[in-house]
């Protein structure tokens, strides 16, 4: 269990989802929803695509999450990265990048996006800043969704693996 001050007793691993995380894999990412700084996951949703998510587990909790969402031959979307308030600054969700870029790497994708409004944070995982208009239309299919929908102000990003 993580003590007071949100440090694990013992180093967390990165696991694939199981079904039974899926409610709270929706609880945390709403969670930041809420603030705005992500976008809203529906339950089903996060069922229907539980085999895109990784973890990390302290204890039962869920304290961390992202997902791998394959969207062509060439292109994938991370997305869902979200870190319980009390358990950041301890490279969970860097973890969970490294993870999603090994998966990526492995089934033969050899880009990864993501949108986000931590540009900094992405960067120092390697990432790089691109105009959005460089990302194929066929990931906007979620946008209409996003209580922002036109006016998008996250920042695009590139990961290119390999």
């Given at each position: 269990?993580?003590?007071?001050?949100?440090?694990?007793?013992?180093?967390?691993?990165?696991e694939?989802?199981?079904?039974?995380?899926?409610?709270?894999?929706?609880?945390?990412?709403?969670?930041?929803?809420?603030?705005?700084v992500?976008?809203?996951?529906?339950?089903?949703?996060?069922?229907?695509?539980?085999?895109?998510?990784?973890?990390?587990?302290?204890?039962?909790r869920?304290?961390?999450?992202?997902?791998?969402?394959?969207?062509?031959?060439?292109?994938?979307?991370?997305?869902?990265?979200?870190?319980?308030?009390?358990?950041?600054?301890?490279?969970?969700?860097?973890?969970?990048i490294?993870?999603?870029?090994?998966?990526?790497?492995?089934?033969?994708?050899p880009?990864?996006?993501?949108?986000?409004?931590?540009?900094?944070?992405?960067?120092?995982?390697?990432?790089?800043?691109?105009?959005?208009?460089?990302?194929?239309?066929?990931?906007?299919?979620?946008?209409?969704?996003?209580?922002?929908?036109?006016?998008?102000?996250?920042?695009?990003?590139?990961?290119?693996?390999?």
């Amino acid at each position: 269990m993580a003590s007071e001050a949100g440090q694990a007793s013992q180093p967390l691993a990165v696991e694939k989802a199981r079904i039974g995380d899926a409610p709270h894999i929706h609880k945390l990412a709403n969670y930041f929803a809420q603030k705005g700084v992500m976008l809203p996951r529906a339950l089903s949703e996060i069922y229907e695509n539980i085999r895109d998510f990784f973890v990390i587990r302290d204890g039962d909790r869920v304290v961390a999450c992202a997902a791998l969402h394959v969207y062509w031959s060439d292109l994938a979307e991370l997305r869902g990265v979200a870190v319980a308030e009390d358990m950041q600054n301890q490279r969970l969700g860097a973890k969970l990048i490294e993870a999603c870029v090994s998966e990526a790497r492995e089934v033969g994708i050899p880009e990864v996006f993501c949108l986000t409004y931590r540009a900094s944070f992405f960067e120092r995982q390697g990432f790089r800043r691109v105009d959005k208009t460089e990302l194929p239309r066929k990931i906007w299919s979620e946008c209409y969704r996003c209580p922002k929908f036109p006016d998008c102000d996250e920042v695009a990003m590139i990961y290119r693996v390999g």
